[in-house]
């Protein structure tokens, strides 16, 4: 199934600042209380650039007080209000640039940490190595710890923005390395980390809860319960054209994993598929009570082959090949009950050649064998072949059943020949007798 993109559609992967929590930009001055300014002038500088109401006059003052005081003791303090400041007038470039700055002198402060990931996630545009940077530095996000300045109520606030942002990233530079294992331990943390369920309907955590889905189901071995689950769960509430795209890999899998191939009324309907969709539309993740029921396990090998000697009791009027699939896949009895007929028969194998030399030739025979170019018939000659067959050529030698083996699967054939060329009948032409005699 085609994976559906969503960059349209959600906010988050435009990398723009419109729709970050104004949390993210308080101003944070409690740091200035802990701090002494002794030269009077920096300290009026200082006051002057903090008392600035209008965000694009308090990034100026800021700016400028940096540059006249870069070793200031309040140089943390004032770059995470020009961070705010910046994010106030929506500008991502200088909000990206002075996060990345008050990361070098504090490499844990969170309302850096989370502008320059969320910030580096959309820059990366498909280069790897800068998706791995942010991924990097979110994981640092998630280890942050609260600084001392800072009360626990605001410490807390602002993990309850930045966690998401964090999982996000790394769950998307997971996928992009194909590593679904991690990807959906990501994902999963990040909608752990929403308080109300219903933050999961919407923008960023809607979107992962369907790259969840994607990732259970791309996995090796795959995980269909779970993915079908939070491709469900997308699909009740995105919007068109996404919600269709999340329902058809939503129903394909579940497809997979409840209907027999050969139960047409189970994929045409989806038995019981409404009921999961009532539940995931009500809960984040997947409650007991879902339980769909797996389809029964195909038919073996070995099975099949049964069949088809129920199916033609008589072996002979079974055709060359379901002759060699009930040799190579059925019990001993339905075995020997192909063989018994098939020994001591000379009959004409046409085949491609796999192998060959002046004694031997290895055939495949079935179209399967053809096609991954794997010899199911070995046929030994009575006389060597003046003319060895080319590799990939197409023959048709005459030979008698001899021997079989089941693993690996080979018929043997012996006293084999070419096939003599059919002679071709001169064409009758009518005899003219002159006219008038």
């Not at 079935?366 to 046929?379: C, E, P, Y």
Request: net charge negative; glycine share 4%.
């Amino acid at each position: 199934m085609k994976k559906v993109v969503f960059a349209s559609l959600l906010v988050f992967a435009t990398g723009t600042l419109a729709s970050l929590p104004a949390a993210l930009a308080q101003d944070s001055g409690s740091q200035s209380s802990q701090i002494t300014i002794k030269d009077p002038a920096e300290y009026n500088a200082y006051t002057n650039a903090i008392g600035q109401s209008a965000p694009a006059a308090k990034a100026a003052a800021i700016e400028a007080f940096l540059q006249q005081y870069p070793n200031s003791v309040v140089k943390a303090e004032m770059l995470e209000q020009l961070v705010g400041a910046y994010q106030a007038t929506n500008d991502t470039a200088k909000t990206y640039d002075a996060a990345k700055r008050l990361l070098q002198v504090d490499p844990n402060n969170l309302r850096a940490l989370t502008f320059v990931v969320y910030v580096g996630k959309a820059q990366a545009n498909g280069d790897q190595a800068k998706l791995d940077d942010a991924a990097s530095l979110a994981q640092r996000g998630i280890n942050a710890t609260k600084p001392p300045s800072m009360n626990d109520a605001d410490f807390q606030k602002l993990k309850d923005i930045a966690t998401p942002i964090f999982y996000d990233v790394m769950g998307t530079d997971d996928v992009t390395k194909k590593d679904y294992k991690d990807a959906i331990t990501a994902y999963t943390s990040e909608l752990k980390s929403y308080k109300d369920p219903a933050d999961t309907t919407k923008g960023l955590a809607l979107a992962d809860t369907y790259y969840l889905g994607n990732a259970y189901v791309q996995q090796d071995p795959k995980d269909l319960l779970n993915g079908i689950w939070f491709l469900t769960r997308a699909a009740q509430y995105l919007q068109e054209p996404y919600k269709s795209n999340a329902e058809k890999a939503a129903e394909y899998w579940y497809k997979k994993y409840h209907c027999a191939q050969n139960d047409s009324a189970c994929q045409t309907n989806l038995e019981g598929y409404d009921q999961v969709k009532q539940l995931a539309q009500a809960n984040v993740f997947p409650p007991d009570s879902y339980k769909p029921t797996p389809a029964p396990p195909p038919p073996s090998p070995q099975d099949l082959a049964h069949q088809a000697i129920v199916a033609t009791p008589d072996p002979t009027k079974l055709a060359l090949g379901d002759q060699e699939y009930i040799l190579a896949n059925g019990s001993t009895d339905d075995a020997q009950k192909v063989w018994a007929v098939l020994q001591g028969k000379t009959t004409q194998i046409p085949g491609l050649v796999i192998a060959a030399t002046a004694s031997s030739v290895q055939l495949a025979v079935t179209d399967d064998n053809k096609q991954s170019q794997k010899a199911d018939f070995t046929v030994n000659l009575k006389d060597p072949l003046k003319e060895v067959p080319a590799v990939g050529s197409t023959v048709t030698l005459i030979g008698t059943f001899d021997s079989y083996t089941q693993n690996p699967p080979m018929i043997i054939m012996k006293d084999g020949e070419p096939k003599a060329p059919e002679k071709k009948t001169p064409a009758h032409r009518p005899v003219h007798r002159p006219s008038g005699n």
